[in-house]
């Protein structure tokens, strides 16, 4: 018996790092013993597996264990609810984030019966920010989990049910409604589909990136860089309008910011890139690549190790933050062709918020002109539980 869930792993271990992610956007507790660090920890692997040396071996408070579970497995493990209770529901919404559940409060509360299918965690982009302190009603600022809890929480008390750890694969359209295939084999009719998934930060890919997200890697400079107030030096990757115009507004907080850029030029628009060139706590480097980000003994960044692609010499930049905008792919890859996409990829809809296919609305991150903040995200879901309202009320 263990008092924590033990991820036995190394740093090196794919698995062992979708793994990780997957225990941390669910925040469940657990220890993280990496076997480079702690050897003797491999013993325990072997002998709990029968002589081979599997990672990731998952030690469970019961005494249980799996080793290189799938994401599946340790949703069931875990418990989660993966399975609808129902056959059909007035409302489907896929996306568990701040639209989604913003959505589900305001339809529930009107006796629509109504199901959240969220392929990782409810919370969305929102739920794994270290800190808000941007969002109206909290003058401290919350932590993103505790402010998801919250939206959770009151999706609880007007009944809403909720799966996490588990994906749409798509819907059909029928005559009187939606037919939605979830990722456990589920069909469940829908009289309206709500498409809530939302936009993925593009990532670098670079090592350390994944656990030092929340721990000094941002990804929204309006939400997190108040945090850097007074430090020495931020980063920004990225030389895109993002990138430029949240690189001018980091330097509100932090005495000095320098942005890399992949390429050999700026892509942001030519008054932007005038700013940031002349900005005098402004330095920008062309043709540079993030081979990884490092972290002190507390487990937040501390540096960034570059590579000069013109010398193809690395070398390391102390950082205490670092702000990534390469650009944002909308959750959009599901949907079948019907549905009308702007070229980016993001969902078209009329002002109803209505899709290209009947009964099909789409509102949040996901859709063309959305703002892409937390605020917005919330507003669209009220707007959104509206329109839905009057069509069903007239259908």
Known sequence: ????????????????????????????????????????????????????RIIPTIIFTDGSFLSEPSNDELADQLGLVREAMAESYDIVIAGGGPTALTTAIYAARENLSTLIIEK?????????????????????????????????????????EMLQAVSVQGFKATPLGVQVLTGTGQTIDARVLLVATGSTYRRTGAQGEADLIGLGIHFCATCDGPFY????????????????????????????????????????????????????????????????????NEGKLSSVTLKDLNTEETYEHSASGAFVFI?????????????????????????????????VFAAGDVRRGSTKQLASAVGEGAAVAIQIRQFLEKH
């Open 229 to 296: 107030k007074g430090d020495d030096e931020v980063v920004v990757i990225g030389g895109g309008n993002s990138g430029l115009e949240e690189g001018m507004f980091l330097t509100q907080f932090a005495k000095h910011v320098t942005l890399f850029e992949y390429g050999d030029s700026l892509k942001g628009s030519k008054l932007l890139q005038d700013k940031v060139l002349s900005h005098p706590r402004m330095t920008v480097k062309l043709n540079t690549q993030v081979v990884s980000f490092n972290a002190n």
């Open 120 to 160: 990782s965690v409810l919370g969305g982009q929102a739920g794994v920010t270290e800190r808000l302190d941007n969002y109206p009603g909290f003058p401290d600022g919350v932590s993103g989990a505790e402010l998801a809890s919250r939206f959770a929480r009151q999706a609880e008390r007007y009944e809403v």
């Open 1 to 52: 018996m263990t008092e924590q869930i033990r991820l036995i792993g190394a740093d090196w271990c794919p698995d062992c790092q979708r793994s990780k992610s997957f225990l941390s956007q669910h925040r469940v507790p657990f220890e993280y013993v990496n076997i480079e660090v702690t050897p003797e920890a491999v013993g325990e692997v072997e002998t709990l597996n029968g002589g081979k």
């Open 327 to 359: 650009g944002l792919d909308p959750n959009t890859s599901w949907l079948p062709g019907e549905v009308k996409l702007d070229e980016r990829g993001f969902v078209v809809t009329d002002e109803m918020f209505m899709t290209s296919v009947p009964r």
